[in-house]
């Protein structure tokens, strides 16, 4: 599995592809809705439905040679909006975060909107 990175308006910063380590919290969903309890023994339920914004990509990218990452900091530093896509599909978001712990680099992702819905 293979996650590209791109600036989502032109721009000088290059685009990455990379192999994806482990897809870590990427299939996660969940939808906007709560549960009150009510006076008489109850309860209401609100469902405002589900939406991508809501999810957090936590990505494992495994190990990656200096030139990568140095795309990958270019990314984190230049870029405002990123489009990721995957085998999902893609999606306009923001890199969060750019991290190594141990020698294994991780990213994270936060999707604004499906793109290709």
Do not use: H
């Amino acid at each position: 599995m293979i996650i590209s990175l791109s600036p989502a308006v032109y721009s000088a910063t290059e685009p990455v592809v990379l192999p994806l380590k482990s897809i870590g919290n990427l299939p996660d969903m969940a939808r906007r809705s709560s549960r009150v309890a009510t006076l008489d023994g109850g309860a209401v339920l609100t469902d405002y439905g589900y939406t991508d914004a809501d999810r957090t990509w936590n990505i494992d990218l495994g190990a990656l040679d200096e030139a990568v990452v140095g795309k990958l900091q270019a990314l984190i530093k230049n870029e405002s909006q990123i489009v990721a896509a995957t085998a999902e599909g893609c999606f306009l978001g923001s890199l969060q975060s750019l991290g190594s712990r141990g020698g294994i680099i991780t990213i994270t992702f936060l999707p604004v909107e499906r793109l290709d819905a």
